[in-house]
T-cell receptor, first 114, second 115 residues
């Protein structure tokens, strides 16, 4: 079974631009969560989608948004990029997102803002 | 609110020696607990989970963890460390009793196994 796939793996942008990251979950998984990983803040939860609906949202500004498609694939968008948005963005999937289910992670998209 | 503490930023151990990576948690109800490992330039890889039942949980690659409710701890252990175990380890918690909630991670512990 294929794992979680994130594209692209690396991205370089400049301040003020916007970016869209993509995540394809494990086949049959309907819950997709997004995390931001930085050396200073560690792993921070961005949002979770289930059946095309945002079910949970972390404490990030409105510049961070996401969506989920009917095939469970998900995208996240960051607008008006800031230097502090440089991070590894991780996507994780699970069958239905219930609290006892382990999440399975992709290898991430490393976003660098110049 | 849920929280996880990993009190050690770095753990060094000699190859062949037992290893322990510490984790304590705080939830309002009962926890679901998880351990993940991250190798360089990779995502997080699931190692093991505590859901209910036996306090000693066995996972992948010879790792195990012991759930201690009175000490609110969930330490990761391995009887004999390998150099290939060197990586960043994360403990995570979700509250069993508060509906669908995000996974909350500790800051991570970097394990270095020296040959």
């Amino acid at each position: 079974k294929a794992g979680v796939t994130q594209t692209p793996r690396y991205l370089i942008k400049t301040r003020g631009q916007q970016v869209t990251l993509s995540c394809s979950p494990i086949s049959g998984h309907r819950s997709v969560s997004w995390y931001q990983q930085t050396p200073g803040q560690g792993l921070q939860f961005l949002f979770e989608y289930f059946s095309e609906t945002q079910r949970n949202k972390g404490n990030f500004p409105g510049r961070f948004s996401g969506r989920q498609f009917s095939n469970s694939r998900s995208e996240m968008n960051v607008s008006t990029l800031e230097l502090g948005d440089s991070a590894l963005y991780l996507c994780a999937s699970s069958p239905t997102g219930e609290n006892w289910q382990p999440q399975h992670f992709g290898d991430g998209t490393r976003l660098s803002i110049l | 609110a849920q929280s996880v503490a990993q009190p050690e930023d770095q753990v060094n151990v000699a190859e062949g020696n037992p290893l322990t990576v510490k984790c304590t948690y705080s939830v309002s109800g009962n926890p679901y607990l998880f351990w993940y490992v991250q190798y360089p330039n990779r995502g997080l890889q699931f190692l093991l989970k505590y859901i209910t039942g036996d306090n000693l949980v066995k996972g992948s690659y010879g790792f195990e963890a012991e759930f201690n409710k009175s000490q609110t701890s969930f330490h990761l252990k391995k009887p004999s460390a390998l150099v290939s175990d060197s990586a960043l380890y994360f403990c995570a918690v979700r509250d069993r009793n508060s509906g669908n909630t995000p996974l909350v991670f500790g800051k991570g512990t970097r394990l270095s196994v020296i040959a």
